[in-house]
């Protein structure tokens, strides 16, 4: 089966400071791997994706993530953060068949000013 | 293009009552997938739709069903509700199920009392 690891639930930066929030994946063949934004209030809005392809992969608003296998990881960074930035972020492994997204407890995102 | 749009967006229902939530999928999007979200979680897979098909469901008791339409429209119903049923149920639709191609609503806030 496959599964995520968040490894924080919170992570507090200042504004204009790097990001960085951390996933390990589980899974038993090559993964397809993403992150999810979530503001309050609000749906889920994808960041970006690894689809085994560049192992770099750059997101939206200056997002990006490196999937490493033999750490078995995909973290997210961000070099600046912005108070825009302040959310709840979610790593995501896609499953077998059919493809359900499994989703980590996601990591809350602090940014001050 | 159309996103993904959910109705109600917040409802309140009774201990024991049944609930009815509905899904319009993104325009070209021939699956749908529905999510449920307990405050402070990541969201938890209920089941997929595919052509009309339920495809893949997650660990979830059959009071949780669902219907997709020709237009490939969604509904999830849920009886008996629970006091645990509180939750965003969030919908997401894609093209032939493929896990890079989700796109979410903003979900249903739904409260059991």
């Known amino acids: 089966a496959q599964s995520v690891t968040q490894l924080d639930s919170h992570v507090s930066v200042s504004e204009g400071t790097p990001v960085l929030l951390r996933c390990n994946y589980s899974s038993s063949y090559s993964p397809s791997l993403f992150w999810y934004v979530q503001h309050p209030n609000k749906g889920l809005q994808l960041l970006l994706k690894?689809?085994?392809?560049?192992?770099l992969v750059k997101g939206i608003n200056g997002f990006e993530a490196e999937f490493k296998k033999s750490e078995t990881s995909f973290h997210l960074t961000k070099p600046s953060a912005h108070m825009s930035d302040a959310a709840e972020y979610f790593c995501?492994?896609?499953?077998?068949?059919?493809?359900?997204?499994?989703f980590g407890t996601g990591t809350r995102l602090l940014v001050s000013p | 293009e159309t996103g993904v749009t959910q109705s109600p967006t917040h409802l309140i229902k009774t201990r024991g009552q049944q609930v009815t939530l509905r899904c319009s999928s993104q325009?070209?999007?021939?699956?749908v997938s529905w999510y449920q979200q307990a405050l402070g979680q990541g969201p938890q897979f209920i089941f997929q739709?595919?052509?009309?098909?339920?495809?893949g469901r997650g660990n979830f008791p059959p009071r949780f069903s669902g219907l997709q339409f020709p237009n490939y429209s969604s509904e999830l119903n849920v009886n008996a509700l629970e006091l645990d049923d509180s939750a965003l149920y969030l919908c997401a639709s894609s093209l032939d199920g493929l896990s890079y191609g989700y796109t979410f609503g903003s979900g249903t806030r739904l409260t059991v009392v």
């Open positions: 739709y595919y052509r009309e098909e339920e495809n």
């Open positions: 690894y689809t085994s392809a560049a192992t």
């Open positions: 325009s070209g999007h021939n699956t």
């Open positions: 995501v492994v896609s499953g077998t068949g059919f493809q359900k997204l499994v």
